[in-house]
């Protein structure tokens, strides 16, 4: 009986040794490959193709006069300088509502973890340099053989999505964020830690842009200006539309050579912008709004057959969706003067037979990349 216990003390002791010594070993081990085997993998995220969109409609011409014959109540523009110059209490983009996020709906899981990551930094963004981690196991998706690959192309889906979803994003130039890998080896297999960050370059800021507190002033005063304007929106969904439309091609001319020309900044400051800064803007205003509209990308092309990249917009309203494309409403005269009702709401709220003879929707963002669904119009214009 004593050798038994004896025994069996010594093989307790045993099992005892050998843990204790696998729990060192491992200890040591990853030790050593986290300080000599941990990899960095930086994929820089791209959008594919200009984004500084031009039109080249036949009838913008060369001078634009700023025309109050439209029709209908125009709204008045609220002046800049009134602005407040408080901090905005609550970020305006970050909108849980689904309907501002048209393309995130369509995203693959993958996508949709990076794209939720990102905007629940929203507000970090400003600061042009802040880092966004992605709390998710990937290593699924990066034990494939062409795992970086296709994380490569989740994350270049997300930022097209996300760029088309929220127009308020005009201090950021996503071509200057990078979305890093983490790879550390250990006896137990691979783990991967996945982070957002400005990479090689010093901050994500566009062009014009360099400080957290010059970024939120400049959203301080768009807001400012949103909320007195929708603010004097009145009647339906389609009449407060239409207030919307006029009031953008009555404030804004068409001109491509700031550097914010792309942006709601660029429209709502300056004034001005290619095809990009109206349909921005024209959604930027109707979201506040809460009527549902999203950005549709493609190509325009004009009656000498000449063909650009494009931008415009999609309207729901009583569950069918119509076209607006405010740039192609917003024409240039010859000696000044001012345009008719009719040429200038030509494209507001039309249907695919009107749209499609010279609209062409472009649905895959990036080379390789996912093709975006664009809802189906209704064929004929809104009544």
């Known amino acids: 009986m004593e050798y038994r216990k004896t025994n069996l003390t010594m093989i307790i002791l045993f099992i005892i040794i050998i ?7 491992y200890k040591i081990y990853n030790n050593e490959l986290s300080n000599m085997q941990k990899q960095n993998i ?27 014959n439209l029709g209908g109540e125009i709204l008045v523009p609220p002046s800049m300088s009134n602005s407040s110059q408080n901090s905005v209490e609550v970020p305006s983009i970050v909108n849980k509502n689904q309907n501002n996020k048209y393309y995130y709906n369509q995203l693959d899981t993958y996508s949709k973890i990076i794209y939720d990551a990102i905007e629940e930094n929203i507000y970090n963004l400003r600061t042009g340099n802040c880092t966004i981690n992605i709390d998710y196991d990937f290593s699924d998706l990066l034990n494939q053989s062409n795992g970086q690959t296709l ?125 990009e800064a109206y349909a921005r803007t024209f959604k930027y205003l109707l979201d506040e709004l809460k009527i549902e509209n999203i950005l549709a990308v493609g190509v325009g092309t004009n009656s000498n057959g000449s063909s650009e990249d494009h931008m415009w917009n999609y309207v729901k309203l009583n569950n069918k969706w119509y076209a607006v494309d405010v740039t192609w409403d917003d024409p240039i005269v010859y000696g000044g003067g001012t345009v008719g009702y009719q040429i200038a709401h030509k494209y507001f709220l039309v249907g695919s037979e009107e749209l499609f003879k010279n609209h062409t929707e472009k649905c895959e963002l990036s080379a390789n990349g996912k093709t975006f669904k664009f809802p189906t119009l209704s064929e004929t214009n809104y009544k």
């Open 19 to 25: 843990v204790l010594g696998g729990i060192y070993a």
């Open 151 to 275: 994380l490569d192309g989740y994350y270049k889906d997300t930022i097209n999505a996300l760029n088309l979803d929220v127009p308020d994003l005009f201090y950021i130039d996503f071509s200057k964020m990078s979305l890093n890998i983490e790879q550390t080896k250990s006896i137990f297999g691979t783990t991967y830690k996945l982070y957002i960050n400005s990479g090689e370059n010093s901050n994500f800021f566009a062009q014009g842009f360099f400080s957290k507190t010059q970024v939120e002033e400049i959203i301080n005063k768009l807001e400012s200006i949103r909320k007195q304007l929708i603010s004097t929106a009145s009647g339906n969904d389609d009449d407060r539309i239409l207030q919307v439309h006029d009031w953008i091609i009555n404030y804004m001319s068409y001109e491509g050579t700031s550097i914010n020309k792309t942006t709601i900044y660029g429209a709502l400051t300056e004034k001005k912008g290619v095809c």
């Open 42 to 68: 930086q994929q820089n995220a791209y959008i594919e193709g200009d984004r500084e969109l031009s039109n080249t409609v036949t009838n913008k011409i060369e001078e634009t006069p700023k025309n109050n």
